[in-house]
């Protein structure tokens, strides 16, 4: 069916050339190139004359059946080596820009899709023909990234600057000294089985997680832990329960993946679903047990049996977002949901981004044992998994006991500045805005009152140069959202917290309190 | 709803406690806990005593609102220090499994499902209750990944083991040194801007790509540039055309975003869609027009402007794979499909990994002006990328000119291989099995008869420890399929890569030759 756009071979175009045929004028092609050619350029002039030629043929400035002149005329009357007009035909003919028959010389082809006219006609009429999709769109929308990643006070990063590079560094460099070509190439599904070893001994240990090595499956972190999970556990169109609110990038994902999200409300015990919500079970849900993501409550022992008792009868798999359980600045973590599920049904995730720096993209998933080959081999199929070396770097690291040093000295690190923000607020506001979710992670949420609009305070204060996230950003339904403000401590040096946050509060005093009448 | 499932809090515990309070003898929860605990094991009596009596609770073997003995009393009896068991109950409290009430003791909270009889009973029968999806299973089924992924001769991965690790193990620690927070944090968008300076560079001169730094986005790989662009561009259930034969993940990718492939076959030009293919256009195409992958043919130019004003026409987004276009042993590369666009229907993708390190991870994509924002947020959005670190080593080792004495390097390696691979066919097969695609890449395909079952030959030859990948593994459909193997000849050293081809190729003898009649 394409035939009729064919380009004319050799064989058939002596035949068909003899109507077409125009002997084009050596001097003209000469001059037309001469007027074109930039001497003083740095661009080579076998580069200019091709794209010069290529330019010309596509336009039909030398039409389909043309001779051109032979290499040698034209070489002469341009001024330039032969050789450079002969690799010039040569990757001409190579393209299918020309056609060469022995002896009868070079001619330009016809490589014109056949309704030409209608194409000049039609090609200015749209400049952007194709759109996005709806799905594109959507995604787009809704997007809750931010356009800056690093300063005060965003949420959700670790402090990098006291990230032991140096260490780092060290052990990278001693690896790559004896960079093994099995750590070059692509990653066999799971990840490096030494990090998987190091990982599963700490997840029993610290989260009472039960899980074997072989259960370990690395990834690039949270985003696409889930995404794998989805792809392989659930269908388009499935229902899925997501908390509200929860974090943007999660729906993102899964939306993007073909499920229909349900919004189930959290209270202080954590997911709380309605009546009919638990009438019409989803295929998965997904919940932040240890520390609500982004308002930090814990999900109590009730619920968490609640929720598996539910997901068993109605075989619903759940997916467990271990958020921020590395940082907690009061009782010890709670143990993992993971912990409790008998019947194989949840999918625990986490990021080791926080524990370590973000721009590392690493993460883990325990699978239930039945489905380890599934991951394995869908991990592999998805994504290409690669970075062995920086998985190997990060063993030894946890193996040499940086990473639970470097944990516990942020710990103190983050509960300080932690302490130093809530002072700030307090000093500036005493008890009238209230700050929710602030025994763990890297960040809490300072109430504002309902009347706030809180984008309208992250906007201004990014203005200020200050970076918040407005907690309506986290609700699918954006009319039940309490106004608040998402703000990080983690990564704000001591002594910037005070200073910074007295810029925010300048925004917040200006947003709340009523307009002033101007004066007349 | 949950709430029937609520736990019992220290207010309302105290009334209903009386009806179910049992005062539990002290020396019998000691009792209980004596012969369970392990004084000699390495973990910590603190983690084995908690463990012990969570247990006891799921189980109901400690019942809600059973009493629970002093700390100090059950310190005695256990024979550990006060601290210990205050910190268990501490714990225990905080997860929820017991409630204390001042002064009035420590009981076991109520935080089984109410229907806890009915779950006993259910339990055993189903150890799997919950399935993969439908996507999952037929992911799994077709996946083409293998369970070997380095070795004479895995196709599509380079020599590794040539790669200038020193060097980039020096830029490395040079960078490292002196580490800011930008590059240890989340990408913006599209990654770090003067790799993609420096990407849209090489990509102008060697690629004939019309670019702006701006156009380029950094991802992971092929598999993210190609994920990325249907979850922007494409809708559940839209129409995609991909080559026939064509690499299997790019299919897993595509279903896995719900599209509906429909394959078109290749002939010596590249894609030829019939009659009934162009009556229903897709709303995206995949095509590898420098070498077709698998098969290595280049798309004739005739047929990449017929195609180009069929996806103008019939608003098609083109994904153009430059596959392999660095590793060329004849002539020039051709010229990208994208820098013959005027319509801004091309999303040009490419991948670092085979000029560097599979392990890398890297690629880019040139997307056309007017979706530089849209892929900017998809991106961020949707994979939270990071890894400027490593973009920054790359983007030093380009400007230092190391990728380019690499490549040229390995191209000269390669070729040499490919010489040798060729040779090792001929003297054993002469002209018998035909090589298909030798020009460019890092593999081709060695055609066998048409009777032959390629994917068992290819087992065979797994067995005796050779790497292949079966043709029919490229088709959608099977039976379509002509029998070939993929044999990658650049990662195998070269006095390799006889001693290996004459063990495939006694596989591939004993598979060829009618089966001997068993004597008797």
């Not at 051109?68 to 003919?93: E, K, M, W």
């Not at 409550?297 to 359980?325: C, G, N, P, T």
């Amino acid at each position: 069916m394409w035939n009729h756009f064919n380009i004319q071979n050799g064989a058939t175009l002596f035949g068909w050339s003899v109507a077409l045929e125009r002997f084009m004028d050596t001097i003209i092609l000469a001059d037309w190139l001469s007027t074109r050619l930039d001497r003083t350029a740095a661009e080579p002039m076998y580069r200019q004359v091709l794209e010069l030629m290529q330019q010309a043929i596509l336009t039909s400035q030398l039409a389909p059946g043309t001779k051109l002149p032979s290499s040698r005329t034209l070489a002469i009357d341009l001024g330039i080596a032969r050789n450079t007009v002969l690799h010039v035909y040569d990757q001409l003919t190579a393209e299918g820009y020309v056609v060469s028959t022995t002896g009868s010389g070079t001619y330009v082809a016809d490589t014109a899709p056949r309704d030409g006219a209608a194409r000049q006609a039609k090609v200015e009429e749209t400049k952007t023909p194709c759109m996005i999709s709806r799905r594109g769109e959507r995604l787009i929308a809704q997007a809750g990234v931010s356009p800056k990643q690093w300063g005060a006070f965003m949420p959700g990063v670790p402090d990098v600057a006291e990230f032991p590079a140096r260490t780092w560094s060290r052990l990278q460099a001693r690896l790559w000294k004896r960079a093994s070509p099995d750590l070059l190439t692509y990653a066999p599904g799971s990840g490096y089985r030494p990090l998987r070893r190091a990982l599963s001994d700490y997840l029993r240990v610290a989260r009472s997680v039960k899980c074997q090595p072989d259960q370990i499956i690395i990834t690039t972190g949270i985003h696409q832990s889930i995404d794998l999970t989805v792809r392989l556990l659930t269908d388009f169109g499935d229902r899925a329960w997501v908390e509200e609110p929860c974090y943007w990038g999660v729906r993102s994902v899964l939306q993007s993946s073909g499920l229909t999200l349900v919004p189930v409300p959290v209270d202080e015990e954590g997911l709380n679903p309605a009546a009919r919500d638990m009438a019409e079970p989803p295929r998965i849900a997904l919940v932040t047990p240890s520390h609500q993501y982004p308002l930090g409550m814990v999900m109590s022992l009730a619920r968490r049996r609640a929720l598996l008792e539910f997901a068993r009868q109605h075989k619903v798999w759940i997916i467990e977002d271990d958020y921020d359980s590395e940082f907690r600045y009061g009782s010890r973590p709670l143990s993992s949901l993971q912990g409790l599920d008998d019947a194989g049904q949840v999918i625990y995730v986490g990021s080791l981004g926080k524990m370590l720096y973000p721009g590392l993209r690493m993460g883990y998933m325990v699978v239930p044992e039945h489905l380890v080959d599934t991951f394995r081999i869908g991990v592999a199929e998805l994504y290409r998994e690669g970075q062995l070396m920086q998985q190997a770097v990060l063993t030894e690291f946890i193996l040499d006991g940086h990473l639970t040093s470097h944990v516990r000295r942020m710990r103190g690190l983050y509960g300080e500045r932690r302490e130093l923000l809530i002072n700030a607020i307090r000093t500036r506001f005493g008890d009238a805005l209230a700050v929710r979710g602030d025994e763990a992670g890297l960040h809490f949420v300072l109430e504002l009152p309902p009347f706030a609009d809180d984008r309208a305070v992250a906007a201004d204060a990014l203005a200020a140069n200050v970076v918040t996230r407005p907690l309506v950003n986290y609700y699918m339904d954006r009319n039940n959202a309490r106004p608040g403000l998402m703000l990080g401590y983690a990564c704000v040096p001591n002594d910037e917290i005070a200073p910074n946050f007295a810029k925010l509060a300048d925004v917040i005093e200006r947003a709340l309190l009523p307009a002033a009448e101007p004066q007349a």
